[in-house]
Structure formats: structure tokens, C-alpha cells
């Protein structure tokens, strides 16, 4: 078929103009409101879905701990434990009742109690916590080493003590019944007394350097004493926990970027910085739980507060665009790791809570924070994306290349506690949607 010219122009010309027309343009649509392609949902989180994301997690860990003490040699119950004869061992599980890990855990138990008013959660942690002080107080083993129990018996280290010592204070003070204090007194008298520190009284260890500081072990010693702080009323142990969280600071603290290196070594001319995330989530979990006990009119409470903000205020400037923040804080090529994530998440929204840092300002960031860690959960209540126990290194290769796993038990309390504290922050906040942005309106007088 033939055209003439002048018919090819007039239909050639209509057709763009059809196309024009058929486009979302500027003139045809409020482009500032088209949808983004979000990679973690960008949404304000709703209390029934917080509370969904708690259960499963709490179901899977039921199923996958322990709660009963066995005689290992036909895996029969022990149901006196004065009366057990031969070497006994805690049922199987995936997990271990006695690591700090699981320290960090029975606490995100206990929070989430608090926050949903379901005592599931409190009577996973308080059967679990029962059945250790009931083995330390009535199992005798011939040798130390076949108790289930003997690093809460016999602690080598802070990673035995100061998590799990905490946790044992905060469900005394809310009503567990059992004898746990002689547990807390063998812990807290480890952290305090037998510990090595350095000559001005830093808590170290000698690994994988003579005095080496690990970031780690304010988490693994600091809300340990500030509890006990709480519980005996002796200031002492506020005073040590003050001393702690600055002088490890003075030594480990990047002013300049906002965060922490992971090692410290007293014998290095110069000293390497690794901004490891969750040894970061350490030292800021650190901060919150010693603010949440020590006296206001205390010496220290200004400097852990000051030291509290500018660490958030670090934080910040490192988070991902999907939420989540990298293994390496500070290298973008670094995987995004979970567990941090989820410590972040709870330690900044229990900043907010208690008003130590401006809610209108960082509320937004924790909610993005959070719906990263809820993509983490899968439906079988198990945590994805958290990077296994780690050591200390001074290559990036070490912690670029950290496996992460399922079964990596630092992510598990890390989601409770966040999802816990996500709800105390949803009940005495509103939300708006104000030009595609998560905000929160501002109290009104």
C-alpha cells in the first residue's frame, strides 16, 4: 500500500503524539509519588507482625533447646538431680543453655514478656535458667569437666560469665524461683576479681596478643556489673562498669567516623582498625543496659551518655540503604550481616525510648533497621545472614570472608530483643506517610 506524503507526516506526527500523551510525564502525574523499588519493605511496622515474627523465632528455639537434663549413657531423664548417678548432660539441642550467646537470648525472652504481656517468653528463659542453677546446686561430678554446667561453675573467660550472669540478675528481679544467686556470685566474682586486666584496670585478655583489649568484652562484662550494681545497691560495681566502657573507649573509639575498632594491642606501634559491626553492636548494647541502671546523679552517667550518642550518631552514617549494616561498618563491599542489624535496632530504639537520643531524628532509621531484620526471619522462626562466632584479626580477608550460618546462635536473642523494643517504641509513637518518607509526628502539648 502507498501513501502520499503529506498522509505520512500527519499520521507519523499523530503518533507521537499519541505516545506523548500515553507517557507519565510531569504534566500528567505527581511523579515525587511513584513507588520506589525498594529492596526491604518500606512500610511502619504494625504490633500483630512484630509479635508474628517474635513467636515464630520463640517456637523454633523451644523445639531446638534444651530443657531437661539426661544421663548420657541411654539419654534417660534425670528427674532428681541429687540422686544421679554417673555423667549427665542437658537434652539435645541445636543450641547451648551456657553461652553468652544464649545469656543474650533468655534477656530478649524476658524483654519480650514485658513488651507483649505473654509469658512464653519469660518461662523459655526462667525453665532454662532454673535447670542450670538447679544442676550447679545439686549435681556433684566426680571430675568438674563432666558437668553440663562447669564453665557457669568454673569460668575461663568473660564470654562465660558476664552475658549469662546479667541475664540471671534480670530474672531474679522479675521473680524466677530458683536459687540462682550463688550463680551470680561466682560470675560476678569472676568478672571482678580473676579476670586479667591491664596495670589501670582495663578488663583484657592475653589472645591472640599480650594485652589485648576486645571490643567484645564490654558486652561481656560491663551490664553484668551494672546489674549487680542494681541488686546489691554497691557502687562499686558501677564504678567498674563506668571505668570500663571509658577506657575502652579512650583507647578503641574513632572519633572522627563514630565507631569502635574490634582490637586493640598494647605492644602495637600503631593499631590497625577493623570496624567489625557486630562488636560494635557490643559496645553499643553495652552503653543502653548500663544507662537503664546506673543512678542519674552517678560521676559516669554524663560520659556513657555522651559517649552512647555520638556512637548512635556513627552508626548512622553507616547504615545501608536496605536497612541492614555491613560486616565491615565502614566497607560497603562487605556482606550485610544480620545480627548487628538486629542489635542496632534494639539499642537505638531503647535510645529513643528513653529519651537519650532525638526521636524525630533516628525513629525512621530504626524502623527501616527493623523491617531489614524481619526479611532474615524465615518462616521456620530461624535467623538468617548472621556471621558465626569470630576471633580477632588484623587483615581484611578474616572478616570479609566470615561463614555465616543458621545455627550462628549471636543472631537469635539480638531479634528478640530488637522485636521486643520495637513494639515499647510503636505504643507511644504515631507514624505518617508525608511525601513517600516514614515520619513520626511530633508530640503535640
Known amino acids: 500500500m502507498k501513501y502520499k506524503p503529506a498522509k505520512i507526516i500527519i499520521f507519523f506526527t499523530f503518533g507521537i503524539c499519541f505516545s506523548i500523551n500515553a507517557q507519565t510525564t510531569d504534566a500528567t502525574a505527581p511523579l515525587h509519588l511513584m513507588q520506589p523499588d525498594y529492596v526491604t519493605p518500606y512500610v511502619i511496622p504494625e504490633k500483630n507482625n512484630i509479635e508474628n515474627v517474635l513467636n515464630r523465632v520463640y517456637i ?3 523445639e531446638n533447646t534444651a530443657s531437661k537434663v539426661v544421663n548420657e549413657s541411654d539419654n534417660s531423664e534425670v528427674k532428681d538431680l541429687k540422686k544421679a548417678k554417673g555423667k549427665i548432660k542437658f537434652s539435645p539441642g541445636a543450641f547451648r543453655l551456657t553461652s553468652y550467646e ?5 534477656a530478649g525472652m524476658l524483654l519480650a514478656t514485658e513488651a507483649t504481656g505473654n509469658k512464653q517468653y519469660a518461662d523459655y528463659t526462667n525453665k532454662r535458667i532454673k535447670l542450670i542453677a538447679d544442676v550447679v546446686e545439686n549435681y556433684k561430678p566426680e571430675n568438674l569437666k563432666d558437668s553440663p554446667v562447669h564453665t557457669v561453675l568454673n569460668p575461663r573467660a568473660l564470654d562465660d560469665a558476664g552475658a549469662l550472669c546479667a541475664a540471671f540478675i534480670k530474672a531474679k528481679k522479675a521473680g524466677i524461683n530458683a536459687n540462682v544467686d550463688p550463680v551470680i556470685n561466682n560470675f560476678i566474682k569472676y568478672i571482678s576479681e580473676k579476670e586479667f586486666r591491664l596495670k589501670d584496670g582495663t578488663l583484657a585478655r592475653n589472645r591472640p596478643q599480650d594485652n589485648t583489649l576486645w571490643l567484645d568484652d564490654m558486652f561481656m562484662s560491663v551490664p553484668a556489673l551494672a546489674q549487680m550494681g542494681s541488686y546489691t545497691g554497691d557502687v562499686k560495681y558501677y564504678d567498674d562498669a563506668v571505668k570500663q566502657v571509658n577506657q575502652f573507649s579512650q583507647r578503641m573509639f574513632n572519633s572522627q567516623k563514630g565507631i569502635y575498632m574490634h582490637g586493640w594491642v598494647e605492644s602495637m606501634q ?9 562488636a560494635n ?9 548500663l544507662l537503664e541502671v546506673l543512678p542519674k546523679n ?14 548512635i550518631a556513627g552508626l548512622l552514617q553507616y547504615q545501608d540503604g536496605t536497612g541492614f549494616w555491613h560486616q565491615l561498618l565502614d566497607r560497603n563491599d562487605t556482606y550485610l550481616e544480620t545480627s548487628a542489624t538486629a542489635i542496632y535496632t534494639y539499642a537505638i530504639a531503647r535510645a529513643i525510648n528513653r529519651g537519650y537520643v532525638d526521636k524525630l531524628a533516628y525513629t525512621p532509621a530504626v524502623v527501616l533497621a527493623w523491617n531489614a531484620v524481619v526479611s532474615k526471619v524465615n518462616a521456620k522462626g530461624q535467623v538468617e545472614g548472621t556471621c558465626v562466632g569470630t576471633g580477632m584479626g588484623f587483615d581484611p580477608a578474616f572478616y570479609y570472608y566470615r561463614p555465616v550460618n543458621l545455627y550462628a546462635a549471636h543472631g537469635y536473642g539480638p531479634v ?3 522485636g521486643a523494643e520495637m513494639i515499647l517504641l ?11 518518607s516514614i515520619q513520626v509526628l511530633p508530640q503535640r502539648h
Not at 102 to 106: A, H, L, P
Not at 298 to 311: C, D, E, I, R, S
Not at 426 to 436: A, G
Request: net charge negative; charged share 15%; hydrophobic share 45%.
Open 60 to 62: 523454633f528455639l523451644e
Open 102 to 106: 544464649w545469656g543474650v537470648t533468655y
Open 270 to 278: 600503631v593499631h590497625p582498625e577493623f570496624h567489625w559491626a557486630r
Open 281 to 289: 553492636g557490643w559496645a553499643v548494647m553495652t552503653m543502653v543496659e
Open 298 to 311: 552517678h560521676p559516669g552517667y554524663p560520659q556513657v551518655l555522651a559517649q552512647l550518642q555520638k556512637h
Open 416 to 418: 528478640l530483643l530488637a
Open 426 to 436: 510503636l505504643k507511644n509513637t504515631r507514624f505518617e506517610i508525608n511525601d513517600s
